[in-house]
């Protein structure tokens, strides 16, 4: 539980709603160089001139004093809840918000102890206002940077399927990278019930790296993003397998075998249960150990989504 396998930074997301995530950063703790338990949200008042922070009842220091004992750093998640478009143009539109903002994360983050955030706010503009998003971004991570704090951004990958461009690219990349600390890149949920198929084909995982970075001038500042759930495929749709959905899958199914996708590098079950057919794709040893060696050669870390999601031994090959 304490060797490190993998050279480059780790961050490992933990949620409240799967709290086996919290033993996992105590046991294998000296594997992760970055913790991001998803405890906090900015809420905004209703005539849009006041920001708030809600989670702080979820924080628990005497967690966070165990994680840092085992080396890591915890930087925890906050997302921009429940904003409007109105609201985000009233921050970006006037700059006394944007230092009441900024005043605000950077008081938190010192009342709390923390050694930085993981802001989540890109994905939720769907690809609007980029240049005036970035701008508050980079205000805010170079306030950050200056207290001597860390400022992880969430990103959304550059490319879906088909090479359909997405919300984030290599121009944002480059008007940020010299401020943000590093960039947790989101290359999972390649596919969908309306298009079945592999979480996060490898080739596909390496062109969203090269497309952010293909000079390869910062790429230790991307965090490449491993899915540690899966995803059960059926004739009404499906959904997200968790690891001990996947265990008790395999027990009603016993003669059921692995199938290996060489064209994604993912492993894939078929099973028949009494409401159909199910093909799941979920990681396996090989299909995370071929990431991190795709890791180890393209010069990033990585993000894992999330940590109380996989099997234990999982986490031997980081």
């Given at each position: 539980?304490?060797?490190?396998?993998?050279?480059?930074?780790?961050?490992?997301?933990?949620?409240?709603?799967?709290?086996?995530?919290?033993?996992?950063?105590?046991t294998?703790?000296?594997?992760?160089?970055?913790?991001?338990?998803?405890?906090?949200?900015?809420?905004?008042?209703?005539?849009?001139n006041?920001?708030m922070?809600?989670?702080?009842?979820?924080v628990?220091?005497?967690?966070?004093?165990?994680?840092?004992?085992?080396?890591?750093?915890?930087?925890?998640?906050?997302?921009?809840?429940?904003?409007?478009?109105?609201?985000f143009?009233?921050?970006?539109?006037?700059?006394?918000?944007?230092?009441?903002?900024?005043?605000?994360?950077?008081?938190?983050?010192?009342?709390?102890?923390?050694?930085?955030?993981?802001?989540?706010?890109?994905?939720?503009?769907?690809?609007?206002?980029?240049?005036?998003?970035?701008?508050?971004?980079?205000?805010?991570?170079?306030?950050?940077?200056?207290?001597?704090?860390?400022?992880?951004?969430?990103?959304?990958?550059?490319?879906y399927?088909?090479?359909?461009?997405g919300?984030?690219?290599?121009?944002?990349?480059?008007?940020?990278?010299?401020?943000?600390?590093?960039?947790?890149?989101?290359?999972?949920?390649?596919?969908?019930?309306?298009?079945?198929?592999?979480?996060?084909?490898?080739?596909?995982?390496?062109?969203?790296?090269?497309?952010?970075?293909?000079?390869?001038?910062?790429?230790?500042?991307?965090?490449?993003?491993?899915?540690m759930?899966?995803?059960?495929?059926?004739?009404?749709?499906?959904?997200?397998v968790?690891?001990?959905?996947?265990?008790?899958?395999?027990?009603?199914?016993?003669?059921?075998?692995?199938?290996?996708?060489?064209?994604?590098?993912?492993?894939?079950?078929?099973?028949?249960?009494?409401?159909?057919?199910?093909?799941?794709?979920?990681?396996?040893?090989?299909?995370?150990?071929?990431?991190?060696?795709?890791?180890?050669?393209?010069?990033?870390?990585?993000?894992?989504?999330?940590?109380?999601?996989?099997?234990?031994?999982?986490?031997?090959?980081?």
């Open positions: 539980t304490n060797m490190k396998n993998f050279e480059g930074e780790v961050l490992g997301y933990v949620t409240p709603w799967n709290s086996h995530g919290y033993d996992v950063a105590k294998f703790g000296s594997k992760f160089s970055l913790i991001s338990p998803v405890w906090l949200q900015v809420t905004v008042s209703e005539d849009g006041k920001y922070i809600g989670g702080s009842h979820d628990d220091q005497g967690w966070v004093a165990d994680v840092r004992r085992k080396g890591g750093k915890v930087v925890p998640r906050i997302l921009f809840d429940k904003w409007t478009g109105q609201n143009m009233g921050l970006f539109q006037d700059i006394s918000r944007q230092t009441q903002l900024r005043k605000l994360l950077l008081r938190t983050v010192k009342e709390q102890k923390f050694d930085g955030l993981t802001v989540e706010i890109w994905s939720q503009l769907g690809g609007n206002a980029r240049p005036q998003v970035a701008s508050v971004i980079a205000d805010i991570a170079a306030a950050f940077r200056s207290a001597g704090l860390l400022f992880v951004l969430v990103i959304p990958p550059p490319l399927q088909g090479d359909t461009p919300m984030f690219g290599a121009e944002d990349y480059s008007r940020l990278v010299s401020t943000v600390d590093y960039f947790s890149l989101m290359t999972y949920d390649y596919s969908s019930p309306a298009k079945p198929g592999p979480n996060s084909p490898l080739d596909w995982v390496r062109r969203c790296v090269e497309t952010l970075d293909p000079d390869r001038t910062s790429r230790a500042k991307i965090l490449l993003g491993l899915n759930y899966g995803f059960d495929y059926t004739s009404q749709g499906g959904g997200h968790l690891g001990r959905d996947f265990i008790e899958l395999l027990k009603s199914s016993p003669g059921s075998k692995f199938q290996f996708d060489s064209s994604s590098g993912e492993h894939f079950l078929e099973v028949k249960t009494e409401d159909g057919k199910h093909t799941v794709f979920y990681p396996s040893l090989q299909s995370l150990q071929m990431r991190l060696s795709l890791a180890t050669d393209l010069g990033t870390g990585l993000s894992i989504w999330e940590i109380g999601q996989g099997l234990d031994y999982f986490y031997d090959l980081f």
